[in-house]
């Protein structure tokens, strides 16, 4: 099963994906393409320590790549795999620069192909200008993601003061679904969303 | 581990190609996912555009997907919802007052109607034939697609798309092709709407004309296919009048009668700024100032044309085309702004 994490530049979509895997059980983490070495491209193997420094970051845009991280559930018989993909953040309007529109269209490109919608807002951003605000890219991967399959909308970064207070609009505004307030850096909401996604696997 | 992924083959098209899709799309026929991402990535739709796009694809019954049948037909919260968003970007439009208020109304009579059936009421039928008078570029068309949008979310229509044909494409040239030729049109527009542009025209030649064989053929497939399409008749108010109380029977077959006003200057205004935002232009204050000062001073001035959006449409065409001759000999040094920015003297000239 593929479940694809998705969201606005820097709402912590690698953080949640590294540290989710983690917990689920990850050892290691596909890092960044290394250069082509003739026609042979050959990924970097990161350690979760390694890959939340290399793979996180306070800028916006710092994962161009998806990056598709393999995780084994279950045992024996039971054994089944998930495949947590890191996504290029959607930012509302027309990117100037052709490289990251490209890298958005791949994640645009994957919406319609994995089995679980992962969709991670800023709950500390609401009516910010920042990047990672809330808006309508939100709103039109909700509307998107709610008649297509299974779906789960987190409301990352709760650790952070004020964020719960948001909670309450937040739930108003995606009505119809639950909104998981989750932290990314402590592992909120981790143990709620493992259940999910183990109900969506053995569906 | 896995392998990098790769996006889906975009076969990205021509920049030409691309800005002609764009202005012409919404005229011809909704888009492939291959151009929403081809023109997503040249940059010629927002990410919010793009996702809109794809969830209008997805959502499509036809294409099979068990997920989206289910969500058309078997949940109430999601159907909600869509007819919701067909209604937002109707009340988005610039004006139309009245035309907005009785397509809500439309709406409701149609929930009300199938709420009724359900209940083993007596229910009117809901595949709503409709008149459609206003002077070119007030919307008709626009609005016609909407409508069958409106009506394929609330299940009336299966697929809700819209053909616009206009005489030509209904009359052949020998006895018995104008049938042939309707039918074909028909059929292809089943499951959504069928606008007959200019409608009186069809009955403009007199009875030896072929164009009452097309009448003919359009009044009994609306017997025969009876909820399987929906038919607009557009046209001139005037002619619109006059062509129905020369074709009584028909009045009966249409029960809802919409008036597209023509706009104010104002309004052709907040059109133009709609029409540039969307495209990333901008005017500059002086540019902004002009042209509404133009369509004031011509308002009423252009017998047919006045209140027209796809007059304004056309200006606003020419004036990006010289906007572009202005800077592509400097382009090196041209910034974003510029790129982005008409001044008034694009839009100077004859109309
Ligand atoms: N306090 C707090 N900070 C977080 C949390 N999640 C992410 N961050 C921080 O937010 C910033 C962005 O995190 P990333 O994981 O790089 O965000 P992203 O969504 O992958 O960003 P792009 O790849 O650039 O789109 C980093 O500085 C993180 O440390 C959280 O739950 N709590
Ligand atoms: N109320 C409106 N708000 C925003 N844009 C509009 C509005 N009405 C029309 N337009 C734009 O103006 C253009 C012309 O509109 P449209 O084709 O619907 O007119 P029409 O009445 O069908 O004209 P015609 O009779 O010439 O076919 C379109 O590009 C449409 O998007
Ligand atoms: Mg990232
Ligand atoms: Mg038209």
Known sequence: ???LVIGKPNVGKSLFTIN??????????????SQSQGSLRKRSILSIDEARRRLVSPKSYRTLVPCRMEINLGQGREKKTLWLIDTTGIQEGVHHQAEIRAAMATTLAWLSKVDLVIHLVDATTLGSKRPAAIGAVDDEIYHYARGHGPYLLLANKTDKPGAQDNLPYLREHFAGISVIAVSA?????FREIKTLTLQYLNA | MSERMRIDKVSVAGREEMIELLNNHESERPLTRQEVMALFQS???????ALRHLRQLENRPENGDPHCLRATFHNPESRRNRV?????????LVGLKDVKHMIHEIRAYIEVQQKRQQLGLASSPTTLHMIFAGAPGTGKTTVARIIGRLFQTLDVLPKGQMLEVERADLVGEYIGHTAQKTRDVVRRALGGVLFVDEAYSLARGGDKDFGKEAIDTLVKAMEDQRDQFLLILAGYPNEMADFLSANPGLRSRFPIHMHFPDYAPSELMAIVRTMLAERQYQLTLEADRQLLDFLLRHH???????????????????AIRKQAGRLVTRLDSATRD????LIWADWEGEW
């Open chain 1, 1 to 3: 099963m593929e479940a």
């Open chain 1, 20 to 33: 989710f895997a983690a917990y689920l059980g990850a050892k290691q983490i596909p890092g960044p393409l």
């Open chain 1, 185 to 189: 850096l402590t592992g909120r909401g």
């Open chain 2, 43 to 49: 940059g010629n739709l927002s990410a919010e555009q």
């Open chain 2, 84 to 92: 919701d968003a067909v209604l937002h970007e109707l009340d988005n």
């Open chain 2, 300 to 318: 009423g001035q252009w017998h047919v044309n006045a209140g027209n959006a796809r007059l304004v449409r056309n200006m606003m065409e020419r």
């Open chain 2, 338 to 341: 510029e790129l982005m920015t």
